[in-house]
């Protein structure tokens, strides 16, 4: 392939145009003004991502622990006729199985037709309402997105206030190991391709659920 | 030519490209335009899909207490990711290619058509999944791919439809706006043999449906980006449904298609753009995913591709580095210059004939495809100044179109007749003796006659009084 040359043509082009001419900043009395732009609220970050996460179209669950969100589980297992429930995070599978729960078999590659997938995830971006997943996660890109249905299992201590607090998270936990793919979900998978009229569950899941453990 | 409104409605297909086959391209864009801009039902649609778009867009700012603010900051952003575009592509390819990913670079639509092809050769694909991209479409990547057996499937739900209707999107975002659900249900119909009259929700499953096979059998994913990000070297994609995680999760193989002017500085900047393009593209607060790439399938990661590429793409756009037109570069793609724009609504997105339709791709469209055959889309703007208003990263759009016009003007390119048209005139003006000399009759004979082609067409014969106003005035004072 040609690329060397074209990486020299288009790089020459560039700078050629900047030698010529350079643009002043737009705004620098914008670039010293640390006002933040989003409005804010007095809730706290967790009730922040609640309301957030509600208003996209999310399930909210609280759990007061462990016990609690293995019951929750439960009773909607119980009460929705699913056939087949996978779960794509092995520390999670154990809580469920330690707690006599078996309703669920861990995720592979041979991607069952299971209405159900249960993941874990890496931070709950409260400003947003976001929960954000990552490929260092067990089948982290496929997992989250294949299944019509996705219970996200979420603790206390991952909310965090907005997006780049999210990445800093990451950056703290896997230092230079930084997963392939970052995804910041915001609810169901959603279309309004057709005469602006909202759709959900196009080829992600249609309903999003997020059991949220505060402990 | 005057085309009656019967012959131009005609041809279907690829929006009747060959019946316009010969026509020069400002021939065909009035042609088109004076078809749609009498288009009751094509308008009604339109106002239809704007309308509601522009109820959620005050939504969706309701998040920013600040939104003046953010826009000037965003622009400060995009400034020194331009200014600067050289060092930052190279640090976002050494960031890229040190995580396993490979970097290409295209000049041109065919060195990135052919930098695919390789690709897609070298894994014997038959089968490529495509989420939604404008890049793609600039360079007919799904036409080039099938010439060459591989079969490309839209995933987006809208590039679906339009791909099943063999027609190019309408509008950067919202590719089927100019389409009713009945239209819809039409297409599948026809092209899918479903039952007719589907509604929207059961015309996503059908596609929800067809659309899962195909992103298990394919071998390469292809994206576009939303932004590139030169600090950690990823590549964004942002979507709403799901097709875009799709597309990259199960084939092995990741192509992202992306023009070099996607650059953002830093990771921390997304922070402000994801929010920024999720209300000015669609009213949404933020995209229902939206997702970064720095590379293939890392060591100790479970799935996902084995290889990606990020073919970076020239194709014109480092001749908008020009001062006077250098900020149509800070673009993000959101398409909410075109939503309110007057003529969009009248003419359409078909009608510009032009990949980036709308004030912006006006703008850019004559630079990136030549000046001389494009240049009659910077004079397709009343000046409103709407665009500009409407930008979240507040680009003089409409100030550009008046630039592009003087290049048009500089460089001698507006055409013997209206050159000659306006030389005339200026004498004319300038000399006081002249303008008394000739009565009214022969004045309107005269200027009538010089812009018969131009002004004449579209509006009421010019008719001077008797007198010339110095004339008058020297009788009355």
């Given at each position: 392939?040609?690329?060397?040359?074209?990486?020299?043509?288009?790089?020459?082009?560039?700078?050629?145009?900047?030698?010529?001419?350079?643009?002043?900043?737009?705004?620098?009395?914008?670039?010293?003004?640390?006002?933040?732009?989003?409005?804010?609220?007095?809730?706290?970050?967790?009730?922040?991502?609640?309301?957030?996460?509600?208003?996209?179209?999310?399930?909210?669950?609280?759990?007061?622990?462990?016990?609690?969100?293995?019951?929750?589980?439960?009773?909607?297992?119980?009460?929705?006729?699913?056939?087949?429930?996978?779960?794509?995070?092995?520390?999670?599978?154990?809580?469920?199985?330690?707690?006599?729960?078996?309703?669920?078999?861990?995720?592979?590659?041979?991607?069952?037709?299971?209405?159900?997938?249960?993941?874990?995830?890496?931070?709950?971006?409260?400003?947003?309402?976001?929960?954000?997943?990552?490929?260092?996660?067990?089948?982290?890109?496929?997992?989250?997105?294949?299944?019509?249905?996705?219970?996200?299992?979420?603790?206390?201590?991952?909310?965090?206030?907005?997006?780049?607090?999210?990445?800093?998270?990451?950056?703290?936990?896997?230092?230079?190991?930084?997963?392939?793919?970052?995804?910041?979900?915001?609810?169901?998978?959603?279309?309004?391709?057709?005469?602006?009229?909202?759709?959900?569950?196009?080829?992600?899941?249609?309903?999003?659920?997020?059991?949220?453990?505060?402990? | 030519?005057?085309?009656?409104?019967?012959?131009?409605?005609?041809?279907?297909?690829?929006?009747?490209?060959?019946?316009?086959?010969?026509?020069?391209?400002?021939?065909?864009?009035?042609?088109?335009?004076?078809?749609?801009?009498?288009?009751?039902?094509?308008?009604?649609?339109?106002?239809?899909?704007?309308?509601?778009?522009?109820?959620?867009?005050?939504?969706?700012?309701?998040?920013?207490?600040?939104?003046?603010?953010?826009?000037?900051?965003?622009?400060?952003?995009?400034?020194?990711?331009?200014?600067?575009?050289?060092?930052?592509?190279?640090?976002?390819?050494?960031?890229?290619?040190?995580?396993?990913?490979?970097?290409?670079?295209?000049?041109?639509?065919?060195?990135?058509?052919?930098?695919?092809l390789?690709?897609c050769r070298?894994?014997?694909a038959k089968q490529?999944?495509?989420?939604?991209?404008?890049?793609?479409?600039?360079?007919?990547?799904?036409?080039?791919l099938a010439k060459h057996g591989i079969e490309s499937?839209?995933?987006?739900?809208?590039?679906?439809?339009?791909?099943?209707?063999?027609?190019?999107?309408?509008?950067?975002?919202?590719?089927?706006?100019?389409?009713?659900?009945?239209?819809?249900?039409?297409?599948?119909?026809?092209?899918?043999?479903?039952?007719?009259?589907?509604?929207?929700?059961?015309?996503?499953?059908?596609?929800?449906?067809?659309?899962?096979?195909?992103?298990?059998?394919?071998?390469?994913?292809?994206?576009?980006?939303?932004?590139?990000?030169?600090?950690?070297?990823?590549?964004?994609?942002?979507?709403?449904?799901?097709?875009?995680?799709?597309?990259?999760?199960?084939?092995?193989?990741?192509?992202?298609?992306?023009?070099?002017?996607?650059?953002?500085?830093?990771?921390?900047?997304?922070?402000?753009?994801?929010?920024?393009?999720?209300?000015?593209?669609?009213?949404?607060?933020?995209?229902?995913?939206?997702?970064?790439?720095?590379?293939?399938?890392?060591?100790?990661?479970?799935?996902?591709?084995?290889?990606?590429?990020?073919?970076?793409?020239?194709?014109?756009?480092?001749?908008?580095?020009?001062?006077?037109?250098?900020?149509?570069?800070?673009?993000?793609?959101?398409?909410?210059?075109?939503?309110?724009?007057?003529?969009?609504?009248?003419?359409?997105?078909?009608?510009?004939?032009?990949?980036?339709?709308?004030?912006?791709?006006?703008?850019?469209?004559?630079?990136?495809?030549?000046?001389?055959?494009?240049?009659?889309?910077?004079?397709?703007?009343?000046?409103?100044?709407?665009?500009?208003?409407?930008?979240?990263?507040?680009?003089?759009?409409?100030?550009?179109?008046?630039?592009?016009?003087?290049?048009?003007?500089?460089?001698?390119?507006?055409?013997?007749?209206?050159?000659?048209?306006?030389?005339?005139?200026?004498?004319?003006?300038?000399?006081?003796?002249?303008?008394?000399?000739?009565?009214?009759?022969?004045?309107?004979?005269?200027?009538?006659?010089?812009?018969?082609?131009?002004?004449?067409?579209?509006?009421?014969?010019?008719?001077?009084?008797?007198?010339?106003?110095?004339?008058?005035?020297?009788?009355?004072?």
């Amino acid at each position: 392939m040609k690329t060397s040359k074209a990486r020299e043509n288009i790089l020459s082009k560039i700078r050629k145009a900047l030698g010529t001419h350079k643009a002043p900043q737009p705004y620098p009395a914008a670039a010293e003004d640390v006002t933040p732009v989003y409005s804010t609220t007095e809730l706290t970050d967790e009730e922040n991502f609640a309301s957030a996460f509600i208003k996209l179209g999310g399930k909210f669950v609280y759990c007061y622990n462990e016990a609690d969100l293995v019951e929750n589980i439960h009773v909607l297992y119980e009460n929705s006729g699913w056939k087949q429930v996978i779960c794509s995070d092995p520390a999670l599978q154990n809580v469920l199985n330690k707690n006599r729960l078996h309703i669920s078999t861990l995720a592979d590659h041979t991607f069952p037709e299971a209405e159900v997938c249960i993941t874990g995830c890496e931070a709950l971006v409260g400003r947003t309402g976001s929960i954000l997943f990552s490929s260092r996660q067990f089948m982290g890109r496929t997992a989250p997105v294949y299944y019509p249905i996705h219970i996200i299992v979420a603790y206390a201590h991952q909310v965090v206030a907005d997006t780049n607090h999210g990445f800093r998270l990451l950056q703290e936990k896997y230092g230079e190991q930084m997963p392939s793919m970052v995804n910041f979900n915001a609810g169901p998978s959603r279309t309004a391709d057709i005469e602006k009229t909202l759709v959900v569950g196009v080829h992600g899941p249609a309903e999003v659920y997020c059991f949220y453990v505060d402990a | 030519m005057t085309a009656t409104e019967k012959s131009c409605e005609a041809p279907s297909g690829v929006w009747g490209f060959y019946y316009f086959y010969g026509m020069s391209n400002l021939s065909v864009f009035l042609a088109k335009s004076e078809v749609k801009a009498h288009d009751l039902e094509h308008k009604r649609k339109i106002q239809f899909n704007i309308d509601k778009y522009a109820a959620t867009v005050v939504r969706g700012k309701e998040q920013f207490a600040h939104l003046e603010l953010a826009r000037k900051k965003a622009k400060n952003v995009k400034w020194q990711a331009i200014e600067h575009l050289d060092s930052y592509l190279e640090e976002f390819e050494k960031n890229f290619t040190a995580r396993g990913g490979k970097v290409i670079w295209a000049e041109n639509a065919d060195e990135a058509l052919e930098a695919v092809l390789s690709i897609c050769r070298e894994k014997e694909a038959k089968q490529v999944v495509k989420s939604k991209s404008m890049v793609t479409e600039e360079i007919h990547l799904n036409a080039f791919l099938a010439k060459h057996g591989i079969e490309s499937v839209e995933t987006d739900l809208g590039e679906y439809i339009q791909q099943l209707d063999d027609e190019p999107p309408y509008h950067i975002v919202t590719p089927a706006m100019h389409k009713s659900k009945e239209d819809v249900a039409r297409v599948f119909h026809e092209k899918l043999g479903t039952e007719p009259n589907l509604t929207p929700a059961e015309i996503t499953q059908i596609a929800r449906i067809n659309l899962r096979k195909k992103y298990r059998e394919a071998e390469v994913g292809i994206t576009g980006g939303n932004f590139l990000v030169a600090d950690i070297g990823a590549v964004c994609v942002s979507e709403n449904e799901g097709n875009g995680r799709l597309s990259t999760a199960f084939p092995q193989t990741h192509i992202a298609i992306v023009g070099i002017e996607k650059m953002l500085p830093s990771v921390a900047d997304l922070e402000l753009f994801w929010p920024l393009l999720a209300t000015y593209g669609t009213g949404q607060e933020v995209t229902v995913y939206n997702t970064l790439f720095t590379g293939p399938r890392q060591e100790g990661e479970t799935d996902g591709p084995e290889e990606m590429y990020v073919i970076l793409l020239d194709n014109g756009r480092t001749n908008l580095m020009r001062p006077e037109v250098r900020e149509s570069m800070y673009c993000i793609r959101c398409g909410s210059c075109l939503n309110v724009c007057p003529v969009y609504k009248n003419i359409g997105g078909h009608a510009y004939g032009a990949t980036y339709s709308g004030p912006i791709g006006s703008v850019i469209t004559p630079h990136m495809k030549g000046m001389e055959e494009h240049k009659h889309l910077s004079y397709a703007s009343s000046l409103c100044g709407g665009c500009t208003e409407a930008c979240p990263v507040k680009i003089n759009i409409h100030g550009m179109l008046l630039a592009n016009r003087i290049t048009a003007t500089k460089e001698g390119l507006n055409g013997y007749k209206e050159n000659t048209g306006w030389k005339l005139w200026k004498r004319a003006m300038l000399s006081r003796k002249l303008m008394n000399a000739a009565g009214g009759g022969i004045k309107s004979m005269l200027v009538g006659r010089l812009f018969k082609d131009s002004w004449g067409k579209r509006h009421e014969e010019l008719k001077f009084p008797k007198k010339s106003f110095n004339e008058l005035w020297k009788e009355r004072k």
